[in-house]
C-alpha cells in the first residue's frame, strides 16, 4: 500500500498562510471523509489537528483549517507562527480497512 | 485525563524477541482501538496495525503482517506490540495511539517506545 503523497518541505513568513497537499487515490483519500492531520516537533509525539478532513479537535487553532477535492485533501494554516515550524502528516482510512499515512512535509517558518 | 503511557527505550540484539507495552487510563480501555505507528530514524509515520480490546479484534497492514504481533491484556488496560525474532530494520520509535475506530483519527498518542537492534 503505497503512502499518500505530500510535498517534501513548504515554507512561509510569519502571518503569512500556507497549504500542505495530501494526495491519494479513490481507494483512500478521495474514497472516506476520513483524513487526519498531525503535527509533530522534533523528538516528540504526533499530535492531532485535523480530524475527518475539516474538524478541529478542542485546543487545536483556528488558524489550521483542512479541506478535500477529489483524492486530494489539504490542510492550510493562517497567520504562521514560529511554533508551527513542524513536520506534518496526513492521514486517510482505506478500502483495505488500514490506515495509511502521507510521506510528511517538513513547515519552516522563515 | 485520558493517557497512554508506553515502556521505557529497549536495546537487543538481532534475533532477539521483544515485546513492549502502552498502558492505557483515564478511559474504558476496552471500548477504543489501541493502534502501532513505526518511525524509522529520521522518516515518515508507518501504520501498524490496530487491535480492539474489548474483544482483541484486530487488524495489520500488509507491510506487517507476520513481521509482529499485536496483542492487549485488558484486564490490565495495557496493549503489546512484539517481534519474536528482531532486524536491525526494526530499529525505530514505535508509538501507540487510541481511536475510536479502525477508521477514526488517533489521539491521544504514547509518548513512543525507542526500540534499537545492533549487533
Known amino acids: 500500500q503505497s503512502a499518500l503523497t505530500q510535498p517534501a518541505s513548504v515554507s512561509g513568513s510569519p502571518g503569512q498562510s500556507i497549504t500542505i497537499s495530501c494526495t491519494g487515490t479513490s481507494s483512500d483519500v478521495g474514497g472516506y471523509n476520513y483524513v487526519s492531520w498531525y503535527q509533530q516537533h522534533p523528538g516528540k509525539a504526533p499530535k492531532l489537528m485535523i480530524y475527518d478532513v475539516s474538524k478541529r479537535p478542542s485546543g487545536v487553532s483556528n488558524r489550521f483549517s483542512g479541506s478535500k477535492s477529489g483524492n486530494t485533501a489539504s490542510l492550510t494554516i493562517s497567520g504562521l507562527q514560529a511554533e508551527d515550524e513542524a513536520d506534518y502528516y496526513c492521514s486517510s482510512y482505506t478500502s483495505s480497512s488500514t490506515v495509511v499515512f502521507g510521506g510528511g512535509t517538513k513547515l519552516t517558518v522563515l | 485525563e485520558v493517557q497512554l503511557v508506553q515502556s521505557g527505550a529497549e536495546v537487543k540484539k538481532p534475533g532477539e524477541s521483544l515485546k513492549i507495552s502502552c498502558k492505557g487510563s483515564g478511559y474504558s480501555f476496552t471500548s477504543y482501538w489501541i493502534g502501532w505507528v513505526r518511525q524509522m530514524p529520521g522518516k515518515g509515520l508507518e501504520w501498524m496495525g490496530i487491535?480492539?480490546?474489548?474483544?482483541?479484534?484486530?487488524r495489520y497492514s500488509p507491510s506487517f503482517q507476520g513481521q509482529v504481533t499485536i496483542s492487549a491484556d485488558k484486564s490490565i488496560s495495557t496493549a503489546y506490540l512484539q517481534w519474536s525474532s528482531l532486524k536491525a530494520s526494526d530499529t525505530a520509535m514505535y508509538y501507540c495511539?487510541?481511536?475510536?475506530?479502525?477508521?477514526?483519527?488517533?489521539?491521544?498518542w504514547g509518548q513512543g517506545t525507542l526500540v534499537t537492534v545492533s549487533s
Open positions: 495511539a487510541r481511536s475510536t475506530t479502525i477508521a477514526n483519527w488517533f489521539d491521544p
Open positions: 487491535i480492539y480490546p474489548g474483544d482483541s479484534d484486530t
